[in-house]
């Protein structure tokens, strides 16, 4: 057990190992330029940490080795620490969302178990106050390995209420790592922003585990349409259904289309009872190569789904790689859905060396066939944590270290067909260490929320630096309002790149005329949208004022739930502001900004319904003006000062 004292709060750091650790011994000390180098040892190991620390983040660094040099077995490397319930309101981590987004967790639960490793999450736990502030920060830099996040807002056994009790540990589930090295940082932050913090440990990240990653291609920020509701059902979809959508699309501004789960399956079988052959169901789309030149002649890029890892009963893939396939003896589930263990047997293993060649290969084999120009891998998160037990071999201690070694391999082979092909990944398998995998993040299911859209979004935001992030695909019914569609799409342009899944043939041209001045906007606008600077104004539920600070403009999303009062950044000399409140009107005060401001005023459908002109007193600037919902409010400054 090693000790450590950072920002006031007492850590406990133990390992648990084959051959035993005993008591470590403190053999040298050294502090240098807020660097602390430190050297244990006891019987049978050397232990060296190295401690970093500014005012808001610290960083311990550290090597494990056998003094005779030999590998050893990690059966658990832990960190403990209680923090005062002084101004403790909320925790996060980043799946802190169950049953694909659908059912949010109360901001403080009284306990919090959670399960992570490289297709799962990152291991990361924050506890913040009511206004998103950081008490305390605690995570892993290495992302691959399995990890437990465990939090009591009490303590047991006597139940007291003055401290939250915070672990993480690694690995669990009966796995064991082998190493001759066991390497590794711990990250600690406390008094940051939550969105600064999450950015300060990818940082960290970055710069420990030497990490960089390729800028995606332009066009994967080109906005997305999807199949998804398009047919009679979700997988109900054909060329001819594909096609009238599509020359529509490409009418409004789409650039790429994404063909989802149903193009290879009989209806109502996509998942998972057909999946893992990913041959394309010739009664739906006779000729999918034929049908990808005529995509592209309309303008669009041509993205397909797929789940790698899934072989469903009634695939030819189930036969051939039936040896390959999981075992585990407890159900690990996700999302909260799964009951039986068997499920899990649709499932390949990835600590299998058929897996390993199979699961690339496939996923590259269908780019090829097809001339893609990406593919959306969907269902990573379900391969299961716990450790395989079936009779196969088994190549990798580690599960999250095998699924890492998976996806590197899908990016690889991937590569190889279509350079810097678009690969999206859903929330739940978005993390800091699968950026080098996926150029593209999506929001997970939630398209008819857009509140939801921008809260999971601004998560997506907060970690996935060099990485496109997509909203889900927002969807409306036909006789929907075109003030709540404008301020969906609003919302969805401010969130991330715009994706949609409405059938474009079953809307009104009014729809379709929305839609195609926000693409606009969206095109006009997108190196600000995308590059500046975001951030969360507000660090409610639903981050509810949204500021993207591209440096030569500001643009601010408001909702109905947003402050009257929004600080920017810099001395303004032209401000957006969306209106997705459910009001007319706008009343928003920008403190310490000065001079005359010419405002004008845009309805849904981007008629200028209104010009004024605003002018600060006392170093604010007050926008009291009458909005459309779902408009939008274009403030130039026309003098110097």
Request: glycine residues 4%; proline residues 5%; contains cysteine.
């Amino acid at each position: 057990m090693v000790k450590k004292n950072i920002y006031g709060y007492d850590f406990l750091i133990t390992f648990k190992l084959i051959p035993p650790v005993k008591e470590w011994k403190l053999e040298n000390r050294k502090v240098e330029n807020k660097v602390v180098k430190e050297k244990y040892s006891e019987d049978n190991y050397y232990l060296d940490t190295e401690l970093t620390f500014n005012e808001h983040i610290t960083v311990i660094s550290f090597c494990l080795r056998r003094k005779n040099k030999e590998e050893f077995l990690v059966e658990e490397n832990k960190i403990q620490c209680n923090i005062p319930n002084i101004g403790v309101h909320r925790i996060w981590t980043p799946s802190l969302i169950e049953e694909l987004g659908q059912k949010q967790i109360v901001a403080l639960p009284w306990f919090l178990d959670d399960k992570v490793a490289s297709h799962r999450s990152m291991p990361l736990i924050c506890i913040m106050d009511r206004i998103g502030k950081v008490k305390f920060a605690l995570g892993f830099i290495d992302q691959r390995i399995e990890t437990s996040l465990s939090s009591r807002v009490y303590k047991e056994p006597d139940y007291t209420f003055f401290d939250t009790f915070v672990e993480i540990k690694r690995p669990f589930g009966g796995i064991k790592l082998k190493r001759a090295r066991y390497q590794d940082a711990i990250f600690i932050s406390k008094g940051l922003p939550w969105f600064d913090t999450v950015q300060g440990f990818v940082n960290c990240h970055d710069k420990i585990m030497g990490y960089s990653i390729s800028k995606p291609p332009d066009y994967v920020y080109d906005p997305v349409w999807n199949t998804w509701s398009a047919g009679e059902t979700i997988d109900d979809i054909n060329e001819e259904n594909v096609l009238a959508n599509a020359e529509i699309a490409s009418k409004l501004g789409f650039k790429n289309i994404i063909i989802d789960a149903g193009w290879f399956c009989e209806t109502g079988k996509w998942y998972p009872e057909q999946c893992g052959d990913y041959v394309v169901n010739e009664q739906k789309f006779p000729d999918m190569r034929d049908l990808v030149k005529k995509l592209r002649k309309l303008g669009l890029r041509v993205i397909l789904w797929c789940a790698p890892f899934v072989v469903g009963e009634e695939s030819q893939a189930r036969r051939i790689f039936r040896g390959s396939l999981i075992e585990t003896e407890e159900v690990d589930d996700p999302v909260g859905r799964i009951k039986d263990v068997s499920f899990m047997s649709n499932f390949l293993c990835p600590r299998n060396p058929i897996t390993q060649k199979h699961v690339p290969e496939l996923v590259a084999r269908i780019i090829k066939n097809y001339n893609l120009d990406g593919v959306k891998l969907d269902f990573i998160d379900f391969v299961p944590l716990l450790p395989c037990v079936a009779k196969h071999e088994h190549n990798f201690d580690s599960v999250g270290v095998a699924m890492d070694y998976c996806l590197r391999r899908i990016r690889e082979e991937v590569d190889k067909v279509k350079p810097g092909a678009l690969i999206e990944f859903r929330q739940q398998y978005a993390n800091i260490n699968n950026r080098a995998y996926a150029n593209a993040f999506r929001a997970i299911d939630c398209p008819l929320d857009p509140d939801q859209n921008r809260m999971l979004c601004t998560f997506l935001r907060s970690f996935s630096k060099g990485v496109a992030v997509y909203t889900d695909y927002i969807w409306w019914h036909p006789k929907e309002s075109l003030e709540n569609i404008a301020k969906t799409i609003a919302t969805a342009i401010m969130a991330g790149v715009p994706t949609f899944a409405v059938n474009l043939r079953n809307v009104p041209q009014e729809h379709l005329g929305i839609i195609k001045n926000w693409l606009k906007f969206y095109e006009q606008h997108r190196e600000d949208l995308i590059y500046g600077n975001y951030i969360p104004v507000q660090s409610d539920s639903y981050f509810s004022t949204i500021l993207i600070n591209s440096g030569k403009r500001l643009y601010v999303e408001l909702t109905p739930f947003s402050s009257s009062i929004v600080p920017l950044p810099q001395k303004a000399r032209e401000i957006l502001v969306l209106n997705c409140t459910d009001k007319d009107f706008i009343f928003v005060v920008f403190p310490q900004q000065d001079g005359i401001f010419e405002a004008e005023i845009y309805n849904q459908r981007f008629k200028k319904t209104k010009k004024i002109t605003i002018q600060s007193k006392g170093g604010k600037l007050l926008l009291e003006a009458p909005v459309p919902q779902g408009g939008h409010v274009i403030l130039t400054k026309v003098n110097n000062c």
